[in-house]
């Protein structure tokens, strides 16, 4: 008997500790009907909540205690939810609390099934999350902060490339022009070092903006028909250069077996061996470098290459060797000191390796060299390219016959170059500072290509390309277009305003040289019979020549220089005196290179007073200079013509040399 | 359009059941999916040819059709319905909506009269937010809150929607695979859904409905309280309005068997 009674008392004893632990649990309990009236609370909730229990029991409803917006979430998604699966967990709630101030909650449901005769309920579990809540909130924050620094520091980053790239091709471009000229030892130091110079921080702003555009995912890989041989040549032929001024070998080795022609993505196969042969180079001072591409399998339709770039270089201490792929990261200090560099070539090859889902390894000895290895598996193409003719890119020495090009860009310095360039390479040319002198330009003359800029006031370098579709021209010009930023990220925009082609700024006169080479063909009607005449004919030197006289032109100006001396006039006068000399001297080479019938004295005075007519607008002048070349090298030279022109030129001449003298 | 034809029962997760003729389209509400008439479509099983499926965006619908434009109005659903029963050759089929189902389908038949020949809207609403002396029962703000909502619970969302394995000892019928697989809709639908929900205003196209209809209406549901529904029966011609004992939002849930007896009644009449 005893026995039993202490038993029940244990019971009781048990139900007691369980309704208190039920009562005072760390957690909230409710329980509610099917329409969600809540029929008990327990006291930890109801004093989270501030109320007594008599205020809740058979008065409110669960969804009652939401907010509103969680009252619609209860009713379209919590409640469907539970009653279809019988449970549901971790689902945030706001509970609004007497004071109307905000529980953040965890709520767990469990439906409890009717039994006998009693109904079918539910059984909630609240958990108090506001210090995850907190936790979160404050992380979601620095998460999006994060996010749109970052985002903010790309942007800055792509604004900035792309600023300094548009003067940067101007520095480029005059750095070319200078070497061609001629110049005595000391100068052509100077140009050698200017131009090496503005290409080192052309590279430098390339794979800063490259860098930027894989860390915002803009990078995407093309599928293109390639020749693996001519990509392996120019290579070859680029790096072998500079291995010759260090003195070092350089060899491509290129097993037979590597199928020649294949599909993937050329440009940044080429970059990432570029960055990889490029540092192995630098950092070797004697022995060799070695590219190596054999294949490592091959299937009907896919190879996979081995590609291995191997110095006698410094090597690579092996605890840094993780570290030299991490951006701006170079193995020490001193290296950069005594290298230069950014640092960031390893890493973008890499991060190009990744997009091909493949991986950059790397092996060295200190002292002995390094290897940098990886492996990327291509289609075979069955498409036979055109062997680029590297004898023509290299010589620059193509008849472009009567190919009529236009420049379209606002900037004058870029027309400027663009137009050196193209007498260089012999080809006719307009220009237009704007898309709608252009747009009037091409309805009366011919025009074969357009090198049109895409960033230019009022109508830009697409809104230009677009219009001239519109004109339906019987012969649709090619367009291609220039512009700070790479291919990439406008292609879409180019194919939609029906833009043909792409030429990053700032570029080398190789590449301007290799996309008219490229395109001069497409148009077969544009061709026309006189590209079978060798030389340049007089009948086209003047058509060149007549967009410009039908505007009559001022034979100089001096806003340039004005604009330059910056109202210091001891400047200006010193700039004028110093163009008077020079006109002096140039207009007694010129008749000069008459009487002799000297053509190269002729180009050289067109070269040498380029800068100086630039700065005072001469183009008038220019303009009859060029003449009186394409006069001199005619094979029917036409003497009375020429003597008119000669004639014409020396009272340019004096018009300007006048004007210096007098204006003030 | 001939070719996408043989996609639509994939697209939508068509699913045709019940062993009669006469077609009942059954389009679920906001919030959820074909599920929702999990209890109620046993009902009809025997004497009516049932059509089940999931808007765009919801359930086992492709989620790749979704596009933003094309929803960006409760037209952009009511154009699928009208593809639906072209592509079943329904015409004259009864129209059983819930929630902004209603309105889709009201939407739908206004297009496209010979659709339906009876509707039946489940806790219709044609405007949630309270405009000068209608009212729907919300404040534009409150819907923000509740897209806000839809924000904090993607964590508890993905855990309350994480495949748990357990078995369903009590409902057997579910089977293990089911659990936790319903309902599930892409956050970033559910918000657009939602927003294209609650600021719907379709208090114009009840007055061109010409069908019979049956309103039925729920006690307490928050969502389209009474009065909406009673500003529905009364902008629709042809329609009674019926009060159901059941209260919330999702009768179709929590009281399956009134539910359907209801409609049952007046499909006979």
């Given amino acids: 008997m005893n026995k039993k009674q202490s038993t029940k008392g244990q019971d009781l004893h048990r139900l007691k500790a369980a309704l208190d632990l039920y009562d005072n649990a760390p957690c909230g309990s409710i329980c509610f009907h099917n329409d969600g009236l809540i029929f008990d609370i327990n006291n930890t909730l109801a004093v989270w909540l501030g109320f007594t229990k008599e205020e809740i029991i058979n008065k409110r409803t669960l969804p009652s205690l939401f907010k509103i917006g969680g009252q619609i979430f209860f009713e379209t998604h919590f409640f469907p939810l539970i009653k279809l699966q019988g449970f549901i967990k971790e689902v945030y709630f706001d509970v609004v609390r007497k004071d109307k101030s905000v529980l953040h909650g965890l709520i767990n449901v469990r439906e409890i099934p009717a039994q006998d005769d009693a109904p079918l309920t539910y059984q909630a579990t609240v958990l108090d999350m506001s210090d995850r809540w907190h936790f979160e909130a404050e992380l979601l924050k620095a998460k999006q902060q994060a996010e749109s620094d970052s985002k903010a520091k790309a942007d800055f980053l792509s604004t900035i490339s792309h600023e300094i790239r548009t003067p940067l091709n101007a520095i480029l471009g005059i750095g070319n022009l200078l070497h061609k000229t001629p110049l005595n030892k000391n100068q052509k130091d100077y140009a050698r070092l200017l131009l090496h110079s503005s290409e080192h921080l052309l590279s430098l702003v390339n794979n800063l903006l490259d860098l930027s555009k894989i860390e915002a995912r803009k990078f995407e890989l093309e599928h293109v028909d390639f020749d693996v041989f001519d990509l392996s040549k120019i290579l070859e032929q680029t790096f072998s250069v500079r291995a010759k001024e260090k003195g070092i070998e350089m060899r491509v080795d290129l097993d037979t077996d590597v199928p020649r022609y294949l599909i993937g993505d050329p440009v940044k196969l080429n970059q990432i061996l570029t960055n990889l042969v490029g540092n192995a180079i630098k950092f070797t001072k004697i022995g060799s470098v070695t590219l190596s591409i054999s294949v490592a399998k091959m299937s009907k339709q896919e190879v996979y290459l081995d590609f291995k770039v191997a110095d006698t270089g410094i090597g690579i201490p092996s605890e840094k060797l993780e570290s030299i792929f991490q951006e701006f990261s170079q193995a020490s200090y001193d290296v950069n000191v005594e290298f230069g560099g950014t640092g960031l070539g390893l890493t973008i090859s890499k991060k190009l390796l990744e997009l091909h889902g493949s991986k950059l390894s790397v092996s060295s000895k200190l002292n002995v060299g390094s290897k940098f290895k990886f492996r990327i598996c291509y289609k075979k193409s069955d498409k036979v390219l055109a062997k680029k003719d590297l004898s023509i890119l290299e010589s620059e020495k193509h008849d472009f016959g009567d190919l009529m090009v236009l420049l379209v860009d606002d900037n004058p310095a870029n027309i400027f170059i663009a137009e050196q360039y193209l007498e260089q390479w012999n080809i006719s040319y307009l220009s237009a500072e704007s898309g709608k002198k252009a747009l009037s330009m091409i309805t009366k003359h011919k025009v074969d290509l357009i090198l049109l800029d895409l960033q230019m006031p009022k109508m830009d370098g697409y809104e230009t390309a677009k219009n001239i579709r519109d004109l339906k021209l019987n012969m649709k010009p090619v367009i291609i277009a220039f512009s700070a930023s790479t291919k990439g990220e406008v292609n879409e925009q180019l194919m939609e305003a029906g833009i043909d082609d792409h030429l990053p700024k700032p570029f080398q006169p190789k590449q301007l040289y290799e996309i008219l080479l490229r395109h001069q063909n497409v148009n077969p009607q544009s061709q026309g019979q006189l590209s079978s005449i060798p030389k340049k004919s007089l009948k086209k030197s003047m058509k060149k020549s007549n967009p410009k006289l039908n505007t009559p032109k001022v034979s100089f100006k001096l806003d340039r220089y004005i604009k330059m001396a910056n109202n210091k006039p001891e400047y200006l006068k010193k700039f004028k005196l110093s163009t008077l000399d020079a006109l002096i001297s140039y207009q007694k080479d010129y008749n000069k290179a008459i009487v002799k019938n000297d053509i190269k004295m002729i180009s050289d005075l067109i070269h040498k007073s380029t800068m100086s007519l630039y700065y005072i607008e001469a183009d008038p002048l220019t303009e009859l200079l060029m003449e009186s070349r394409s006069m001199l090298q005619a094979e029917n030279k036409d003497e009375s013509l020429l003597n008119d022109k000669v004639t014409e030129c020396n009272k340019e001449f004096i018009i300007i040399i006048n004007g210096l003298t007098e204006k003030d | ?269």
């Fill in chain 2, 1 to 269: 359009m001939k070719n996408s034809d043989s996609n639509i029962e994939k697209l939508f997760n068509i699913k045709i059941l019940g062993s009669g003729t006469q077609p009942v389209l059954f389009a679920h509400g906001y919030g959820c999916d074909q599920n929702m008439w999990r209890f109620v479509y046993p009902h009809f099983e025997e004497n009516y040819k049932i059509i089940l499926f999931d808007y765009i965006g919801a359930g086992k619908s492709d989620l790749s059709a979704y596009s933003k434009t094309k929803y960006d109005s409760l037209q952009g659903y009511a154009d699928d319905i009208i593809k639906i029963c072209a592509h079943l050759n329904l015409k004259d089929a009864i129209f059983v909506g819930h929630s902004v189902s209603s309105m889709i389908g009201v939407l739908a038949i206004n297009k496209e009269p010979s659709l339906f020949s009876k509707m039946v809207l489940i806790g219709p609403s044609p405007r949630y937010i309270n405009d000068k002396d209608y009212k729907g029962g919300f404040e534009e703000s409150d819907i923000q809150e509740l897209l806000h909502t839809l924000d904090s619970n993607y964590l508890g969302w993905s855990k309350a929607m994480a495949p748990v394995i357990m078995g369903n000892e009590d409902r057997p019928e579910l089977g293990e695979e089911l659990s936790n697989s319903f309902c599930t809709t892409d956050p970033e639908i559910a918000k657009n859904f939602a927003r294209v929900t609650f600021l719907s205003d379709n208090r114009k196209d009840l007055k061109l409905l010409d069908v019979p209809c049956l309103i039925l209406q729920c006690r307490k549901d928050i969502i389209a309280p009474l009065e909406v529904g009673q500003y529905t029966a009364k902008s629709i011609k042809n329609s009674s309005l019926k009060i159901l004992e059941a209260t919330g939002h999702c009768p179709n849930l929590s009281a399956p068997q009134e539910t359907s007896e209801a409609i049952k009644e007046f499909l006979q009449t």
